[in-house]
């Protein structure tokens, strides 16, 4: 019977080795022009090899088969027989889309008809660049004199990495270091980090002669053309250095630089460290020389993998769980200071305190407990940054314009799910940036700019909060043609545009239906507008502002919270109903008696420090009874101009609280982001606080 | 003879579970799985594995310097090792096999192979 | 060694065997096997005011003593509010009106405003699970499908009764849920 969890769990490390191609070839691709690192060159063959032996470990014969194909031209790559180029980087990217789209055919999605006829075209693109440049030269490793030992382990890629050392006349060193088992990895990487400024570190190598039971003896070979003197002084202390090679390299091939002549040869002066030859002969294994370290402290190990990875369902089951005991410890809290104050006698008031006390300490651990999970569910945004960059470079190859793509603040985390929700509306951003805002070079030129324009794709922290901005130097937005355009499509009257402003004229662009071209070009993306992009981000709790000025650029700035999953919320009744009013959405809260409150054109309004603000009584939002109250508590919400004062009857305290979405019938109910519990169980509904501000924005949203 | 101990070296999380249910099949087997060379290097001292399984294409030490260290090492040379790799290279698979790797299997394979093979050198 | 086999199918598969077609089958394989002999089907029977009503077993996911019930905003009429049940934040219907039993709507905002045999059926529905206030839970009937018979012609208001069903002299009306909650 097929499992559908190993299905799952291919897809997933599939998903997670395209991820990581991608963005090794991005840092490729900015490597154009300049020799590509070895190193990277080695993971980039490495992932699609991955992926080959993954899928056809799976039966997934058509992704091993362009899987290998890749791997090919990657292994040509490294092998110095195809260069690295623009061509064949859009090559092996355009590789990667088409295995995620199999990918996501084998993962269950219907098919794509596209992905056929792009796999058989990428598969002949790369199998014509593998074949090319087929250039082998005479063995130089022959003639230098390897033990044939140490060669006999050496693959393919080691093989050729040693020939381009010898090839640049540069000399072969063995670097031999002795590390105890317990952290001889990270001692290995201190190691290659002092050597990698001096040379290339081509191959690791075990010592096959056994060492105690405590430390293990490790060759390193390393290309270098420093003087061994000068490797010797680097490593000093850690391992010792001699040549590798028989004899010494005949540098006939390249011309050779004066300082490149290798060093005399000479057995290494090292007391400190084992040498082959001197390693004392050990106990055999299983005998009394398994006492010591080692021994107490075996492990009952079945993986050693340090990371484990997690469904964020799963995750959202945990948050919920939490939320759930911050209700319960709520609960506590409130039985404890019920029994302190009805307490007469001593010893329940006194048993009233401890709980008390106890349930602080809970409600700290819970704290903890709270992070720990949100901490978790932190990814960085480079996610989908990478996927941006990829098609970023595609549209603007195909846009004819010229472009340089700047992308800073990758390593912000936010919560998985806004990294996922947010890729959709960023993508649409930064087309709109190419399409509308970046001109073509020449009418660049014209305007005395650089001809080269800039689109920026930038993230911050900022407290609590993460700010993603999307600009460009483009043409900047005409305000006239936006005023123009939404009287024409009917967005909003002659008259009110008289009195909008500037910055309320750019915001009119987000609104349903609204775009300035009437040319819908193909980059502009399926007639999706702004609105929507607005709506994305309000679902996650976000804000969008635009900044534009002619002939200079525009900007978009996203306001996001850290994470979605628990939130601090201001609970306030209104009657006899209770809800819950997200606290990042509230910029402050006054109060006002009855008799302060002023009206303009009949609509309520209240001064709160020298700006008036609209009085917006959440009961008749809502369309509930409203009762009479000695003085109203204003919540004021929104941003900038757009802030209204939300009036409710009592303020009943502050909670964290885990926002549910109301179940498949409700969903969608204006200005209810969802419900959450409170101590008794009951069913709070949390405000939208978003979609709140943007109703009473409308006019026709009138109160009452 | 029961309670023997495998240990597979493989970093494809998914190919690395395929691997360990393939033995777990043998009955009285005891699995241990290790995502690189390195973590290798760190078990091998602590337990007497009666078969080593490992991957070619590794982040660190590659599994030709594995079989090497493996192979030439007196306290390790006589457990059986099978190199289970995509590598279908000629020359890979040679020296692998010139190393002392005891079977060499390219993926993909049927797990029955791989089975029975674990049986046949674990002698069950 | 069933431990083994298990762990056998969790992660393996034969290379020619197709799995998406295998996922896609799996749900319906119950849903094919076709009965030789008819067997009677399960139903919950409960009161609403004078009536006494019926749906498939299958479709019901509990019976729940009343909770609190949270009233929502800008929601039709027949929606008493959004309940908690353990966590999930799902919608009460009132199914009176529609059903023209009551004129109306009624407040229930807890268990200490209805009697004291009310209940909520929490039914299974693919546009969301939703529970309906009943008067009182009557119990399972065994009815025999071939049997039923159709919603009589009444008026357009009877669209919410997908069939009637009748035993040992009892009527029971056989609910269109997804007509009720609509």
Redesign the interface.
């Known amino acids: 019977?097929?499992?559908?969890?190993?299905?799952s769990?291919?897809v997933?490390?599939?998903n997670e080795v395209l991820e990581t191609l991608a963005h090794d070839l991005a840092v490729l691709d900015a490597q154009r022009g300049r020799e590509p690192e070895p190193d990277l060159l080695n993971a980039v063959f490495?992932a699609a090899?991955?992926l080959?032996?993954?899928s056809?470990?799976?039966?997934q014969?058509k992704i091993?088969g362009l899987a290998h194909h890749l791997e090919d031209v990657l292994d040509a790559l490294r092998l110095g027989k195809v260069q690295n180029s623009d061509a064949l980087v859009d090559t092996l990217l355009e590789g990667v889309d088409v295995l995620t789209l199999m990918l996501r055919e084998?993962a269950?999605e219907p098919a794509n008809p596209d992905t056929h006829p792009r796999a058989a075209a990428v598969a002949d693109h790369f199998a014509r660049l593998a074949g090319g440049g087929q250039a082998t030269s005479a063995d130089v490793l022959d003639e230098v004199g390897i033990d044939p030992a140490i060669r006999?382990?050496?693959?393919?890629y080691?093989e050729h990495r040693l020939r381009e050392n010898v090839k640049k006349g540069v000399t072969l060193w063995k670097v031999r270091a002795v590390f105890s088992?317990e952290d001889?990895?990270t001692r290995?990487a201190a190691l290659n980090t002092t050597l990698k400024p001096l040379g290339e570190v081509i191959?690791?190598?075990?010592?096959?002669?056994?060492g105690d039971?405590a430390s293990?003896a490790f060759d390193l070979i390393f290309g270098s053309g420093r003087a061994k003197a000068e490797i010797e002084k680097a490593v000093e202390g850690v391992a010792s250095v001699s040549p590798l090679t028989q004899k010494t390299i005949s540098p006939a091939r390249d011309a050779v630089p004066a300082e490149f002549t290798p060093a005399p040869r000479k057995p290494p002066p090292s007391a400190l460290f084992l040498q082959e030859a001197s390693a004392p002969d050990l106990p055999?294994?299983?005998g009394s020389s398994q006492s010591g370290v080692?021994q107490g402290a075996?492990p009952s190990?079945?993986?050693?993998?340090q990371t484990v990875?997690v469904d964020i369902s799963r995750l959202d089951g945990l948050m919920?769980t939490i939320?759930?005991l911050l209700t319960v410890r709520a609960n506590i809290q409130r039985l404890a200071e019920v029994a302190r104050q009805s307490g007469s006698t001593p010893l329940p008031k006194l048993w009233a305190q401890e709980l008390q006390k106890e349930s602080r300490a809970l409600e700290r651990k819970l704290d903890d407990l709270q992070n720990g999970v949100l901490d978790v569910r932190m990814v960085p945004l480079v996610q989908v940054f990478d996927k941006l960059a990829r098609l970023m470079r595609r549209l603007v190859r195909q846009s004819g314009k010229d472009v340089h793509f700047e992308v800073a603040g990758g390593d912000v985390e936010l919560d998985k799910l806004i990294v996922e929700e947010l890729s959709d509306p960023l993508m649409h951003l930064l087309r709109n940036a190419l399409d509308h805002g970046v001109e073509a070079p020449d009418e660049r030129i014209a305007q005395g700019k650089d001809a080269r324009g800039v689109i920026r794709l930038k993230a911050q922290q900022l407290g609590n909060q993460v700010q993603i901005e999307v600009g460009d130097d483009g043409a900047g937005m005409d305000e006239t043609r936006i005023r123009q355009v939404a009287i024409e499509r009917g967005v909003v009257t002659r008259e009110a545009t008289e009195e909008l402003e500037r910055r309320d004229l750019l915001n009119l662009v987000f609104l349903p239906g609204f775009s300035t071209r009437q040319d819908v070009s193909e980059l502009s993306g399926r007639g999706v507008g702004l609105d929507v992009v607005k709506t994305n981000l309000s679902r996650l709790s976000g804000l969008i502002d635009i900044d534009s000025r002619r002939g200079e650029g525009t900007r978009f700035l996203l306001t996001l919270p850290l994470t979605l999953a628990i939130i601090r919320a201001l609970i306030v009744g209104v009657g006899d109903?209770t809800f819950a009013v997200p606290l990042n959405s509230v910029t402050e809260i006054v109060s006002v008696k009855p008799a302060e409150l002023r009206t303009i054109e009949r609509h309520e309004v209240i001064d709160v420090r020298g700006q008036t603000l609209p009085f917006v009584r959440l009961a008749r939002v809502?369309?509930?009874r409203e009762t009479p109250v000695e003085r109203h508590f204003v919540v004021i919400i929104g941003l900038a101009q757009d802030r209204f004062g939300l009036a409710v009857d009592a303020l009943l305290g502050q909670e964290d609280i885990v926002t549910?979405?109301?179940?498949?019938?409700?969903?969608g109910?204006?200005?209810?982001a969802?419900?959450t519990?409170l101590g008794?169980?009951?069913?709070?509904?949390v405000l939208d606080v978003g979609a709140l501000v943007e109703e009473l924005k409308r006019p026709t949203a009138a109160v009452g | 003879m029961s309670g023997c101990k495998v240990l597979i070296v493989e970093d494809s999380r998914a190919t690395r579970e395929l691997l360990a249910a393939a033995i777990e099949v043998l009955e009285g087997v005891e699995v241990f799985t290790v995502v690189s060379g390195f973590e290798a290097l760190k078990v091998l001292p602590r337990h007497r594995f009666s078969l080593i399984i490992t991957d070619i294409n590794m982040p660190d030490i590659n599994g030709l310097e594995l079989i090497n260290f493996v192979k030439k090492n007196p306290h390790y040379r006589q457990t059986p090792l099978f190199v289970v790799t995509t590598e279908g290279r000629e020359q890979d698979r040679d020296r692998g096999l010139q190393l002392g790797a005891d079977e060499y299997l390219v993926k993909p394979f049927q797990s029955e192979i791989l089975t029975a093979l674990a049986r046949r050198y674990l002698k069950l | 060694m069933a431990r083994f086999d298990d762990l056998l199918n969790r992660f393996f598969y034969r290379a020619d065997e197709n799995v998406g077609a295998w996922l896609e089958l799996a749900p319906e394989i119950a849903d094919s096997i076709e009965e030789l002999e008819e067997l009677p089907e399960e139903f919950l029977a409960f009161e609403l005011s004078t009536e006494t009503y019926a749906v498939p077993i299958g479709a019901v996911r509990e019976i729940l003593k009343v909770p609190l019930i949270t009233s929502v905003p800008r929601v039709a009429e027949n929606v008493l509010g959004v309940m908690n049940v353990r966590g999930e934040m799902l919608p009460v219907y009132d199914l009176k009106q529609r059903l023209n039993l009551d004129s109306t709507p009624q407040r229930v905002a807890g268990p200490n405003d209805v009697p004291r045999e009310t209940r909520v059926v929490l039914l299974k529905d693919p546009e969301g699970d939703a529970g309906i206030l009943v008067d009182r839970v009557k119990g399972v009937v065994r009815l025999m499908l071939s049997k039923l018979e159709p919603a009589p012609t009444l008026g357009a208001e009877r669209r919410a009764v997908a069939g009637l069903g009748r035993k040992d002299g009892q009527l029971y009306i056989l609910l269109d849920v997804e007509q009720a909650l609509g």
Do not use: C, W, Y
């Open positions: 019977m097929p499992p559908p969890r190993a299905l769990e291919f997933a490390e599939a490495r090899h991955s080959k032996g993954l056809a470990m799976f039966g014969e091993a084998a269950g006999a382990v050496f693959t393919e080691e088992l001889f990895d290995l191959s690791t190598l075990p010592s096959s002669q056994p039971d293990i055999a294994f299983g080692m075996e190990l079945r993986s050693l993998a990875r919920n939320g759930e109903r809502f369309g509930l549910k979405p109301l179940g498949g019938r409700l969903r109910v204006r200005g209810i969802g419900a519990e008794d169980r009951r069913a709070v509904l």
